[in-house]
């Protein structure tokens, strides 16, 4: 079965560098990779998705990275913020059966 | 208004009884999602369901139960509540479309449920 393997210890990091966080998988690549954004209490909300066939996706201050050779993404936001402070899912779709498998989550923390 | 609710959004109950957990959308979606959410075990699947006429195991089905009475309403039902399925609960959606879909999900806000 596939497994993800997110950064189990929280980052904490100083505001205004740039949040590194990585996202592992085993097995095959899948078709998309999705990052959200969880707050605490509150349902993951979707950020970006990126596809296999694409190396980098932007979107103001995020970007994601996706190499299937590595079987690794990686999703920073630059310029952090403590607003950025929260857990960072991803999520892997694979063709088959059309199901987004998550990973367990990072939590961010940016310090003023 | 939200797009997906969930009822309850707390519920606190004894080993053996019988809960449902409601979700409706306004989204329009044709799929449905309950997944449960433990601490460093990240979301896992439930039950989910494409359509009206369609539900599927996910990754942990065994003790819930799930119906889809209608496109924008999907139930999960704990027949016999024990305490391991304490956690939190959380309905999404996510459109079909006529392409390769992509699944992007909405979640509702969650369900905390404790079974004593």
């Known amino acids: 079965s596939q497994k993800i393997e997110q950064n189990s210890e929280a980052l904490n990091i100083q505001e205004g560098k740039t949040a590194t966080l990585t996202c592992n998988y085993t097995n095959y690549s899948p078709a998309y990779l999705q990052w959200y954004r969880q707050d605490p209490g509150r349902g993951p909300v979707f950020l970006l998705l990126i596809r296999e066939n694409e190396k980098e996706k932007r979107k103001e201050r995020l970007k994601v990275t996706f190499d299937t050779t590595l079987k690794q993404s990686l999703f920073h936001i630059t310029a952090s913020q403590p607003a950025d402070s929260a857990t960072y899912l991803c999520?892997?779709?694979?063709?088959?059966?059309?199901?987004?498998?998550f990973g367990q989550g990072t939590e961010l923390s940016v310090k003023p | 208004d939200a797009d997906v609710t969930q009822t309850p959004r707390n519920r606190i109950t004894k080993t053996g009884k019988r809960i449902m957990l409601e979700c409706s959308q306004t989204k329009g979606h044709d799929r449905m999602y309950w997944y449960r959410q433990d601490p460093g075990l990240g979301l896992r699947l439930i039950y989910y369901s494409f359509d009206v006429k369609d539900i599927n195991k996910g990754e942990i089905s065994d003790g819930y139960s799930v119906s889809r009475q209608a496109q924008a309403k999907f139930s999960l039902s704990l027949e016999s509540a024990i305490p391991n399925q304490t956690a939190l609960y959380f309905c999404?959606?996510?459109?079909?479309?006529?392409?390769?879909?992509?699944?992007?999900?909405?979640f509702g806000p969650g369900t905390r449920l404790t079974v004593l």
């Open positions: 999404a959606t996510s459109e079909r479309t006529s392409g390769r879909s992509t699944d992007t999900q909405y």
């Open positions: 999520a892997l779709l694979y063709n088959q059966g059309g199901k987004l498998i």
